[in-house]
RNA sequence: GUCCCGUUCGUCUAGUCAGGUCAGGACACCGGGUUUUCAUCCCGGCAACAGGGGUUCGAAUCCCCUACGGGACGCCA
């Protein structure tokens, strides 16, 4: 009899919508479908600090608007809930402590400090960043003083001394891993909630997962989710990891060096399922080599041992060709006038943007120059329009230490982009004025335009992102940029004036 | 640094499992044609089996070593 198949994708809510999150949930769904399985959406969100429920609506929202369906989810109840990790809390704890009691794990009342201390120290003498085992061997009594006392403590899982974790990789065949190479990893965090280890494993385990297809980053931590689930006598699932996409410079797909954001394609006009194609065409290709395809024609025959492992750079320029190919074979004419509309030439979005326009118009024939730039995946902007009045290398600080202020905007409204830049000239001891036009042109490429934070705040995150490192672009290759020492002293100073970056 | 994974045109890839066609297609680029411009479209061109050893009559394909790239090494996921 054979299994049912069941795969899961299991974003966490941190941030924005990610294209690796979409390439992993295409992925698992056309292996799901193929096999007449389901495809479960579980969220992740055991990092308390950093979830957000805003974050959890956008990937949902960015998933639907990619055309991806689960079949369970936090939105879509069924037999094996809740599919929302921080509402497991309680399943989450007991399983850890009944590997407690079973002498598997065990709590750790190690500070962050010493932990740092110890790690600093390894690194020092080239020996691999690793738990010290501090509290391996504390005694019953040691244990009961400290948690009497308040210690606030993690629990550690405990991993054998010899021997090697071997499990079978669907793609890649045996894979072999000294247990020794594997940290005794936390579990449980001193907040109670559990990690990302031993949470997975359990609802794992618990909703059926027979095939986890996840990126190959977690290859070098699967030994830890074998271990636990013979710890807890469960079957493990089926593993494939598949590559990760990268940058142009071969690294893991990062938003420092490219959009990564699901809807930045969608704000700069990009169709859904020219993503779902092109990100298809990366590590696969369809038996007869289409190129043209649909998640439904990819489900119906896919094979993921045909995945290629070596991972694809995600390259804009093939992405364009595909979409308009798209635009002028598979979309008949009153299609694209309807995807049009959809996407940004309608009430609402006029509406949006008008107010901020009226003031600037005397006839409707001033309003596309005028908003142009909304519109405008790459506005145009020159070298000496940019800098202005500015010193160029001024103007590439202000506008590396904005890229990174932005980061850390949590609600993007107007009146939130108007604080960040008023700390912002206040911190570098300018007037708002004088470092405003640089702004300007690198959101519109023109000095007549629409309120800055109005328009940033009509652009989205994911396009003034782009922006802001394309402006900084060609400071750059022009010469007057920031060099790789002067972005290291930039990142110093910055550090101390705003503190740590987030990204 | 340690461990793991990977490596076919600049890029996405076919071919590898079952060794035997000048290594095929697509993007990008270059050239030509159609088009009042541009784009589209059509035709053509450039361009790769990382290197070295084996095994074999024969290796992109199987084995080993090296190099290079990537990932992991968090109370992130």
Redesign the pocket.
């Known amino acids: 009899m054979k299994q049912l198949v069941r795969t899961r994708i299991?974003?966490?809510p941190?941030g924005n919508p990610h294209v690796g999150t979409a390439y992993m949930a295409l992925f698992n769904l056309a292996f799901a479908r193929r096999n007449k399985g389901s495809m479960i959406l579980r969220i992740?969100d055991?990092?308390r600090?950093?979830s957000t429920s805003e974050s959890e609506s956008a990937i949902l929202d960015s998933l639907r608007w990619l055309g991806i369906e689960w079949d369970e989810g936090p939105d879509k109840p069924g037999k094996f809930g809740p599919y929302r990790q921080s509402e497991r809390l309680e399943i989450h704890q007991s399983i850890v402590g009944r590997l407690v009691e079973q002498g598997d794990a065990y709590p750790?009342?190690?500070?962050?400090e010493r932990?740092n201390q110890v790690?600093k120290e390894q690194?020092a003498n080239?020996?691999?960043?690793?738990?010290d085992r501090h509290c391996l061997n504390l005694s019953k009594e040691e244990i009961e003083k400290k948690m009497d006392r308040g210690d606030?403590?993690?629990i550690r899982m405990k991993v054998p001394q010899e021997g090697e974790c071997i499990f079978t990789?669907e793609?890649?065949?045996?894979?072999?891993?000294?247990w020794k190479?594997i940290?005794h990893?936390?579990l449980q965090?001193?907040?109670g909630?559990?990690?990302?280890?031993l949470?997975?494993v359990v609802d794992d385990h618990m909703m059926e997962i027979s095939h986890v297809i996840r990126g190959?980053?977690?290859?070098?931590?699967t030994p830890k989710h074998i271990l636990l689930y013979q710890q807890l006598g469960w079957d493990a699932p089926s593993f494939a990891?598949l590559?990760?996409l990268?940058n142009?410079?071969?690294?893991?797909l990062s938003k420092r060096k490219n959009p990564t954001g699901i809807f930045y394609y969608r704000d700069a006009g990009y169709l859904p399922e020219v993503m779902l194609n092109y990100l298809g065409?990366?590590?696969?290709?369809l038996?007869d080599?289409r190129?043209i395809f649909s998640l439904d024609e990819l489900s119906e025959s896919f094979d993921i041992?045909?995945m290629?492992?070596?991972?694809?750079?995600f390259?804009l320029?093939?992405l364009?060709?595909l979409n308009?190919?798209y635009l002028?074979e598979k979309l008949s004419e009153d299609d694209v006038v309807e995807r049009l509309i959809q996407w940004k030439l309608n009430t609402t979005k006029f509406k949006n943007i008008l107010p901020h326009a009226l003031q600037r118009l005397e006839n409707f024939s001033d309003f596309i120059p005028l908003t142009e730039f909304l519109f405008n995946e790459h506005p145009e902007i020159t070298l000496e329009n940019l800098i202005g009045k500015l010193d160029p290398g001024q103007a590439a600080k202000l506008l590396k230490i904005c890229e990174w202020e932005l980061e850390k905007v949590k609600n993007w409204h107007r009146d939130e982009i108007f604080c960040l830049f008023q700390d912002l000239a206040k911190t570098e001891e300018k007037k708002l004025k004088e470092i405003l036009p640089l702004f300007f042109q690198a959101m519109s490429g023109k000095s007549i335009s629409l309120p800055l934070f109005d328009a940033m705040s009509i652009l989205g995150p994911d396009l003034v992102r782009v922006r802001l490192r394309k402006a900084l672009g060609l400071l750059n290759s022009e010469g007057v940029g920031l060099s790789k020492k002067g972005l290291k002293v930039l990142e110093k100073e910055y550090q101390q004036k705003y503190g740590n970056r987030i990204d």
Request: hydrophobic content about 25%; proline content about 9%; charged content about 35%.
């Open positions: 299991a974003p966490s941190t992740e055991t990092d600090a950093r750790c009342f190690c500070t962050s932990l790690r690194i080239k020996e691999t960043p690793r738990y606030p403590y993690v990789d793609l890649r065949g045996e894979v072999r891993i000294d190479q940290d990893q936390v965090k001193s907040d909630y559990p990690t990302y280890h949470a997975n190959e980053e977690w290859i070098s931590s990891h590559p990760l990268r142009p410079d071969k690294s893991k065409m990366m590590g696969y290709t038996p080599q190129e041992k045909r290629s492992l070596g991972g694809p750079i390259d320029a093939k364009k060709w308009g190919r002028r």
